[in-house]
């Protein structure tokens, strides 16, 4: 699940190649399958083996990111006159069964944002709004003891979002990800928190460019102090780096205008502060920003979370 799936059509990426020495960016257009950033405090609840047998969990996720340049790592500089900004909001329903598989607890949740996309480059400009592509995911929770839980998993985004390859702003990739997924949530002590969630990305091909965008590696993290029983501050972000070539018509993709097929790899790093409130009980809502930074063949912006957790059994 990504709400950030503004992207430059390849054939008009190419043409302000030529025109404006501006190379494609990593992955197809610079975006990517993964949602960096949308987990953060308490990743994982813990003690699964203590909830109901039939527990469910409604999320709503807001999003909002911003991106005023792309960092071009092989010209050595940042590209200005383009201005991204994304808007997400995003239901996803957690459902954790008493089957258990390998000594864990069987679960299943299913994410499908709805998406408004702006794009602004060189004096043209695109919207788009609508639903974007819905993530599924089986997972498995083990109950490493009251204050650590594990789990592994595997997203797969389907492209159910709308997608036109002579457009600007898309609210779909266009292509499946199968995601592997291992994350934990452990307490080092009462007041304190460590979660992450680490994933590495398969990407199809995008069936109307003839694109396939590289493998990734990526993490997101949460590090937390609890100040009472209902409010928690820490820091938050993420990390990705592409770990294969971008791919056309069966070649490595090379900037506009090089000779070297560097594949466009991608990479970047974001922090910043986070707050988590509960009430009702179980209930939880948080905040959180992040600033990127080394960013690498990618869009460079701000990201804004926003989270509601209602937990139920039945």
Request: aromatic share 12%.
């Amino acid at each position: 699940m990504n709400p950030i799936r503004t992207r430059f059509t390849l054939q008009l990426t190419l043409g302000l190649a030529c025109a404006n020495a501006l190379p494609a960016l990593a992955t197809e257009s610079g975006v990517d399958n993964i949602g960096t950033g949308t987990d953060g405090f308490y990743v994982l609840p813990l003690e699964v083996d203590s909830l109901p047998d039939h527990m469910v969990a409604f999320n709503l996720y807001y999003n909002h990111y911003k991106a005023r340049k792309f960092n071009i790592s092989s010209l050595g500089g940042e590209v200005s006159g383009v201005e991204i900004e994304s808007t997400a909001v995003i239901p996803r329903i957690d459902y954790l069964s008493p089957l258990r598989v390998a000594g864990g607890r069987l679960g299943i949740y299913v994410a499908q944002p709805w998406l408004k996309q702006e794009v602004a480059a060189f004096g043209m400009s695109d919207t788009r709004e609508s639903m974007g592509d819905t993530t599924i995911s089986p997972i498995i929770l083990w109950d490493m003891g009251k204050s650590l839980t594990l789990a592994a998993a595997v997203e797969i985004t389907v492209p159910t979002g709308e997608y036109d390859s002579d457009r600007l702003a898309n609210t779909s990739n266009n292509f499946y990800t199968y995601k592997p997924l291992f994350s934990f949530t452990w307490l080092p002590t009462d007041n304190t928190e460590l979660s992450m969630k680490t994933t590495y990305s398969f990407n199809r091909e995008n069936k109307d460019t003839d694109y396939r965008s590289g493998q990734i590696f990526h993490f997101d993290y949460s590090a937390s102090y609890r100040l009472n029983d209902n409010v928690t501050v820490g820091l938050n972000g993420y990390y990705l780096k592409q770990t294969t070539d971008d791919k056309q018509y069966g070649r490595t993709v090379q900037f506009a205008g090089q000779d070297v097929d560097d594949g466009v790899r991608g990479e970047v790093f974001a922090i910043g502060p986070a707050l988590h409130v509960t009430f009702l009980k179980y209930a939880s809502a948080e905040i959180r920003w992040a600033k990127e930074f080394d960013v690498e063949n990618r869009p460079e912006g701000e990201m804004l979370w926003a989270k509601i957790s209602i937990p139920f059994a039945f």
